[in-house]
């Protein structure tokens, strides 16, 4: 099993940045990556960005490349998102989450999910 906690998210102006935080406890020996996702009232949980847990590798959606930066610390079991030039649109649930691997070592999907983080930018 696997805990996540989420920290980092708040209120900020338009064009303001946020360092979002999320430590990982318990299994995380077999994990492949980690991930950013995010969520609106009404909308579906939407991909943001994530990075292999032993290469480094991230992949960004089109919508923050260039301006969210992802990274993680693999001694601390941590994934950080740091968000620059933020937009209204960007205001969502913040939500971290780790891609695990089977018995073979195979990446799966993502299996464990954090309790998510308000981000709330302002016009």
């Known amino acids: 099993q696997v805990q996540l906690v989420e920290s980092g998210g708040g209120l900020v102006q338009a064009g303001g940045s946020l360092r979002l935080s999320c430590k990982a406890s318990?299994?995380?020996?077999?994990?492949?990556?980690m991930g950013w996702f995010r969520q609106t009232p009404g909308k579906e949980r939407e991909f943001v960005a994530s990075?292999?847990?032993?290469?480094?590798?991230?992949n960004y959606a089109d919508s923050v490349k260039g301006r969210f930066t992802i990274s993680r610390d693999n001694g601390e079991n941590t994934v950080y998102l740091q968000m620059n030039f933020l937009k209204p649109e960007d205001t969502a649930v913040y939500y971290c989450?780790?891609?695990?691997?089977?018995?073979?070592?195979?990446?799966?999907?993502?299996?464990?999910w954090g309790q998510g983080t308000q981000v709330t930018v302002s016009s």
């Open positions: 318990g299994r995380t020996f077999s994990t492949y990556a």
């Open positions: 989450a780790i891609r695990g691997r089977d018995d073979w070592g195979i990446p799966r999907g993502y299996d464990y």
């Open positions: 990075i292999t847990w032993s290469g480094g590798s991230t």
